[in-house]
């Protein structure tokens, strides 16, 4: 009697996707017996990520069956986590479905069968604790862990300074911190709290941010994409919206000697030429009257080279377009 068993990995963290392992392990023969690292099989969560991973291999290798299905940040805000969960069970699904493999029971880690308006629903037993009592399950949380695993520690190399590679995109204090110095990545889910509140996140029934209700948080989510810009761009954050008296500096950052201060702008659309030909004589006036309060209050920073700059965010689809040296 094969099993297709099924796990999900990537419910409740704040950044990157949720991912469901599907697995069909290879039946006992006639004398009962199974290869011998199916008994080694158990809760990814109770392996050692290098015992993990080598059975991961051999899972991928070995089993009759696999498939990952995969929902990133982005379909997930628009969706929710509910909805995720079950499009992600089917992707998985209907990779092993490809290999054309037969099973006659399916089970599903916890209490909800994402395949319940499926012809395969009826097919389905959920299980507390599957991923540690059933051993298709078992690969299941293996496969699909070790994947997202990587996952993150290959967005950690995209956007440093997060500890995506250690904490996989929970809220540990360290990424908490780097989201207030740094703003949020394309990773990360702004339907998850505390996200939501900092980007202003306004389903509105479809899920996306309504920036005519919103102007004032849709700024902060387009200073949030200019950091991250930079970010790549090899600079450091070292402040956020830094204030005098009569102005406010929206980022300033750091790359060898030199330190840059940021204006964002943020339009909904170039009808008035884009955000950058609001910077007038002005704007440069203050912008450049707060440069010099900064570095007069930070003296870590006194031999570094000043440079004004502004960045050119699209609101409708929130791109950085420009980002310019002004001075």
Avoid at 15 to 34: C, F, K, Q, T, Y
Avoid at 137 to 158: E, N, P, T
Avoid at 275 to 300: N, P, R
Wanted: aromatic share 8%.
């Amino acid at each position: 009697m094969a099993i297709l068993g099924i796990d999900e990995v990537g419910r409740g963290p704040l950044a990157g996707p949720l991912v469901v392992g599907a697995v069909i392990l290879p039946e006992a023969d006639s004398n009962g017996a199974r290869p011998g690292w199916v008994a080694e099989l158990r809760d990814s969560k109770k392996l050692s990520a290098k015992k993990r991973e080598k059975l991961s291999e051999i899972i991928l290798n070995e089993a009759l069956a696999t498939g990952l299905g995969w929902v990133y940040p982005r379909e997930l805000d628009e969706v929710g986590i509910s909805v995720a969960l079950k499009l992600a069970t089917r992707r998985a699904v209907e990779k092993v479905q490809q290999r054309h493999v037969k099973f006659t029971q399916i089970v599903i880690d916890g209490k909800v069968n994402f395949l319940k308006e499926t012809a395969l629903g009826k097919y389905v037993s959920v299980m507390p604790k599957a991923d540690d009592l059933v051993k298709e399950v078992s690969a299941a949380s293996i496969i699909a862990k070790c994947a997202r695993d990587k996952y993150m520690v290959d967005l950690a190399v995209k956007y440093p300074g997060y500890g995506f590679e250690k904490n996989v995109g929970y809220g540990t204090a360290k990424h908490m911190a780097a989201i207030r110095e740094i703003g949020i990545t394309e990773e990360h889910r702004r339907s998850f709290e505390p996200i939501r509140s900092m980007v202003g996140w306004d389903s509105d029934g479809d899920g996306m941010v309504n920036i005519e209700k919103n102007t004032t948080k849709i700024g902060g989510y387009g200073e949030d994409k200019v950091a991250e810009y930079l970010v790549r761009m090899g600079q450091k954050i070292v402040a956020r919206n830094y204030k005098t008296r009569t102005y406010e500096i929206d980022i300033v950052s750091t790359i060898g000697d030199k330190i840059y201060f940021t204006e964002v702008k943020t339009r909904k659309d170039d009808s008035r030429g884009g955000g950058i030909y609001a910077v007038d004589a002005k704007k440069y006036a203050q912008m450049k009257f707060a440069a010099e309060s900064f570095l007069a209050e930070h003296g870590e920073f006194a031999g570094y080279n000043p440079i004004l700059a502004v960045a050119d965010v699209d609101g409708a689809n929130m791109d950085v377009k420009k980002w310019l040296e002004i001075f």
